[in-house]
């Protein structure tokens, strides 16, 4: 009697665990900025009995109901989105004790001598350098070398920025620092005095094409 008491038993939990399971799927996804621990982290809230979730490199199945490998989806795209796509402009300027003008750099003259106190102000170089969010660039046009990365985007709303890390290094002096601020917005981002007594000052200028996000390396 209590052999066959074990034995309903046992068939009873056999039965719900394939309860549990019935209309699950197994769903594949690729990450692109979370490690698989900060993943599952993210994502065992969302996995109930009879799902899993497991994962190998950058790829990361799980097995779950429909409704709620949507879900994981969804929260996946909201944390581990692909990587954006920017395009910096960059104006690396020479300030010193000198009365020319210089009409390349007109638009960011005024905000200059808000910031500075420089006599004169001239364009050195201008660039423009395509970055992929968290992937480092670097990009040299004759005496003037800049490099750095793209840290973080938040592409759209209220709350639109780009920050970028960056370094530039001419023939008079250097400059690095790190800078946040809405897209299309003209960032200054530091000077260094050099030898001369002037500076090196960089501005960049970075935008976002919304169709090239997640786009590779340029």
Do not use: W
């Not at 309860?19 to 065992?44: C, F, I, K, N, W």
């Not at 490099?147 to 639109?160: C, I, L, Y």
């Amino acid at each position: 009697m209590k052999t066959t008491t074990i034995a309903v038993l046992a068939a009873a939990l056999l039965a719900a665990g394939c309860d549990s399971q019935r209309g699950m799927v197994v769903r594949t996804y690729e990450l692109h900025r979370l490690g698989y621990p900060e993943a599952e982290t993210l994502l065992t809230p969302y996995i109930s009995e009879g799902g899993f979730i497991s994962g190998k490199g950058r790829l990361l199945t799980v097995r779950e109901r429909p409704d709620r490998l949507d879900s994981i989806a969804v929260v996946l795209k909201r944390y581990d989105g692909a990587p954006q796509a920017v395009t910096l402009h960059f104006q690396v300027i020479e300030a010193g004790d000198f009365a020319q003008g210089d009409s390349a750099i007109a638009r960011v003259e005024a905000p200059l001598r808000e910031l500075f106190r420089y006599r004169g102000y001239r364009l050195l170089n201008a660039m423009t350098v395509r970055a992929v969010e968290g992937v480092p660039f670097a990009h040299q046009e004759k005496d003037v070398r800049v490099t750095g990365a793209v840290r973080a985007v938040t592409p759209s709303g209220p709350d639109a920025a780009v920050t970028v890390e960056v370094a530039v290094t001419t023939a008079d002096g250097s400059v690095s620092t790190a800078v946040s601020g809405a897209p299309g917005k003209t960032l200054l981002i530091g000077s260094q005095t050099h030898g001369g007594g002037g500076a090196v000052i960089l501005a960049v200028r970075p935008t976002i094409d919304p169709a090239a996000r997640g786009a590779g390396p340029p």
